[in-house]
């Protein structure tokens, strides 16, 4: 079974910067894409960003120059530094994953549990 685990979220002030990160953990198992999603209160969730293991990546509009995904395939882990950031990026920010395993080789979507991310003055 794999599970991802998210850490990084909290409170910052606009124009502040976070760095999210998400690991993934268990046995004999590949992942191929990535990614960040988001969701605010009332709204539905939405893609950030996502990276796949080649190390393309692509970017919701409303984050591009100021959020940066990357990944180490080594410790199947991806961050989400997140910088100049504004109050309309409060949300609960969910890692996601396409994840092979033996028990399960055909691609399914694995989710995070979700981090809160606060921008407030």
């Known amino acids: 079974q794999v599970q991802l685990v998210e850490s990084g979220g909290g409170l910052v002030q606009p124009g502040g910067s976070l760095r999210l990160s998400c690991a993934a953990s268990?046995?004999?198992?590949?992942?191929?894409?990535m990614g960040w999603y988001r969701q605010a209160p009332g709204k539905q969730r939405d893609l950030v960003a996502r990276?796949?293991?080649?190390?393309?990546?692509n970017y919701a509009d409303s984050v591009k120059g100021r959020f940066t995904i990357s990944r180490d395939n080594a410790k199947n882990t991806v961050y989400l530094q997140m910088n100049s950031l504004k109050p309309e990026d409060t949300a609960v920010y969910y890692c996601?994953?396409?994840?092979?395993?033996?028990?399960?080789?055909?691609?399914?979507?694995?989710w995070g549990q979700g981090t809160q991310v606060t921008v407030s003055s």
């Open positions: 996601n994953a396409r994840v092979r395993t033996i028990t399960q080789p055909l691609p399914h979507t694995l």
């Open positions: 268990g046995s004999r198992f590949s992942i191929n894409v």
């Open positions: 990276i796949t293991s080649g190390g393309s990546t």
